[in-house]
C-alpha cells in the first residue's frame, strides 16, 4: 500500500502564502500523476492542480497565477505553493496519488488524510 502524509497547512492572513507538502511511501513501483484538491465547507471536493510524471501541470481557474505545483521524483513528493492567499481559498486541501505498487499490479488513486488551509480576511 502507499501511504501520504501531508503537511505545511495553518493559518494565513489574505495576501500571503503558504506551502504544501505531501510525502508518498510504502510500497511503490512507480507514481504517475499526483495532485492536490480541496474541499471547502459545505462544498464538494473540487480538483485544484495536478502535474504528471513528465512535470506536465493543470490548473484549476481559480488558482491560476497563484499556486504552483511541483514535485521531487527523488522524494516522492509533490508540494503545493500557494501565493496571494484569499478567503475563498480555505479549504481541508487533500493529496491524491496515481500510483502502482509493484509491475504486475494495476494503478491507484491513494489520498492523504488532508491538511486545513484558513485564510482570513
Known amino acids: 500500500q502507499v501511504q501520504l502524509v501531508e503537511s505545511g497547512g495553518g493559518l494565513v492572513q489574505a495576501g500571503g502564502s503558504l506551502r504544501l507538502s505531501c510525502a508518498a511511501s510504502?510500497?511503490?513501483?512507480?507514481?504517475?500523476?499526483m495532485g492536490w484538491y480541496r474541499q471547502a465547507p459545505e462544498k464538494q471536493r473540487e480538483l485544484v492542480a495536478t502535474?504528471?510524471?513528465?512535470?506536465?501541470?493543470t490548473y484549476v481557474d481559480s488558482v491560476k497565477g497563484r499556486f504552483t505545483i511541483s514535485r521531487d521524483n527523488a522524494k516522492n513528493t509533490v508540494y503545493l505553493q500557494m501565493n496571494s492567499l484569499k478567503p475563498e481559498d480555505t479549504a481541508v486541501y487533500y493529496c491524491?496519488?496515481?500510483?502502482?505498487?509493484?509491475?504486475?499490479?494495476?494503478?491507484?488513486?491513494?489520498w492523504g488524510k488532508g491538511t486545513l488551509v484558513t485564510v482570513s480576511s
Open positions: 510504502g510500497k511503490i513501483f512507480r507514481i504517475n500523476a
Open positions: 491524491n496519488v496515481n500510483a502502482r505498487i509493484s509491475s504486475a499490479w494495476y494503478d491507484m488513486h491513494y
Open positions: 502535474i504528471s510524471s513528465s512535470g506536465s501541470t
